[in-house]
């Protein structure tokens, strides 16, 4: 007997979501969702995996795409309770069936509390596969040999003479000097000098998706809560913390003026304006794009953030100023017109709501 | 664990660092976080309000 239920309009996650949809969405969209999304042909081939499973899967989706999921990645699910009721699923053929229920992931690593929805495309025989983490736990001991998902250097054993490097999570990581940044922004200033704020603000905001991915997932892990659901202090601390583990500088948030609806950001040692060189011009457009997205998830409506001192320029450090949305046009103005300093900025901002 | 030598957060009134992030942001995207200009003293919500245009 397995847990056919009638379609919901949402998975079980806080974001709006139908998953119906899911097979529309590009795999960056996929990336952006803070919760495992894996598609299954109806043999169990992973065929799509996305960031956040990756991320507390500890592997690496280049190794399980095209992999057996219930063979070959997630051992502990071949069996009635799992990939019994996903054939059973594929075999009836009823477009608009959701399978729902609670499981328990054994990695090696430890063990997740997990609720698993499925559904199948519309018009394919692609499957998609919910995760979302519940509880984390101890791996338990005494498992047969075998049961629990392998690690990532199980599945891929000879990556070191291979030339790949994986951080402590298993996340593939490059490791290099800043002339790369250097390079980058030399390279820029030849072939589109004027594309560099634009060029890099966008790029922050997509990395900043995946940052803000991964603090979901520390999250997940250390307090079993949403990042939204963190105290704020502590989800800035793990903010500036992961900032600082990869070189970035050391990322302060100053809250002194909320009152008047912004806040700033400073961030001393920044690597992209120490890469930069003495410039007129500000340049630390990719962190304020990255702040923007990881600032956006959190309130889940848009912010926005802009850079209004930079070392590159001669500042003692890189300084952004944080405002709703609908604030953004207001703060670009007070850039524009030149100030520069932070409470007289702030005070722009009060003028131009109070007049607005 | 990296230790960073500043304190990162600052400047939050007594309490809101114990809020949750999403109530933090949600308060801040509508406006509402601490006072609004009713309640400072007259003097620096007019300043607030006036100051640049004195010295035009």
């Known amino acids: ?356 | 664990m990296v230790e960073l030598r500043t304190a990162i957060v600052t400047g939050l009134i007594v309490g809101a660092g114990e809020r949750s992030a999403g109530e933090f942001f949600a308060a801040f995207v509508e406006g509402s976080i601490d006072r609004d200009l009713g309640t400072l003293p007259t003097g620096e919500a007019l300043d607030l309000l006036f100051d640049d245009d004195a010295q035009e």
């Not at chain 1, 457009?285 to 309130?299: N, R």
């Open chain 1, 1 to 356: 007997m397995i847990d056919l239920v009638p379609p919901a309009s949402s998975v079980a996650t806080p974001i709006p979501f139908d998953p119906f949809t899911i097979d529309e969405r590009s795999d960056a969209a996929l990336d952006e969702l803070p919760f495992g999304v894996i598609c299954l042909d109806a043999e169990g081939t992973i065929l799509r995996y996305n960031l956040a499973e990756a991320r507390l899967a500890r592997l690496d989706r280049n190794q399980v795409i095209g992999k057996n999921f219930f063979t070959r990645v997630a051992p502990c699910t071949a069996g009635p309770a799992f990939e019994g009721r996903f054939s059973e699923l594929a075999r009836s053929g009823d477009a608009q069936a959701v399978l729902r229920f609670d499981y328990l992931f054994d990695f090696k690593f430890g063990a997740q509390e997990v609720g698993i929805e499925i559904v199948r495309a519309p018009g394919v025989e692609r499957f998609y596969l919910f995760v979302n983490r519940r509880k984390f736990f101890e791996a338990r001991p005494n498992l047969p040999e075998g049961f629990a998902a392998p690690l990532q250097r199980e599945l891929a054993p000879n990556e070191a003479i291979e030339g790949v490097r994986r951080d402590e999570i298993e996340r593939r990581v490059l490791e290099v000097p800043w002339s790369f940044l250097s390079s980058l922004r030399a390279t820029c200033d030849e072939v589109a000098p004027e594309g560099w704020p634009l060029f890099c603000l966008a790029w922050g905001t997509q990395w900043g998706r995946s940052v803000a991915v991964d603090l979901e997932t520390e999250a997940l892990e250390a307090f079993a809560l949403s990042i939204r659901e963190v105290p704020l202090r502590t989800a800035m601390e793990m903010l500036s913390r992961g900032m600082a583990r990869q070189g970035w500088g050391a990322l302060r948030i100053d809250f002194s003026y909320t009152a008047q609806s912004a806040f700033v950001a400073h961030l001393d040692r920044s690597a992209v304006a120490e890469s930069a060189g003495r410039s007129k011009a500000m340049r630390c457009q990719l962190v304020a794009g990255m702040l923007g997205a990881v600032f956006t998830h959190l309130a889940a409506r848009r912010i926005a953030v802009r850079e209004i001192g930079c070392k590159a320029r001669g500042d003692a450090t890189c300084t952004f100023v944080v405002v709703p949305d609908s604030r953004r046009t207001a703060l670009e103005h007070a850039i524009e017109s030149g100030v520069s300093e932070v409470s007289s900025v702030v005070r722009s901002l009060k003028r131009d709501s109070l007049r607005g």
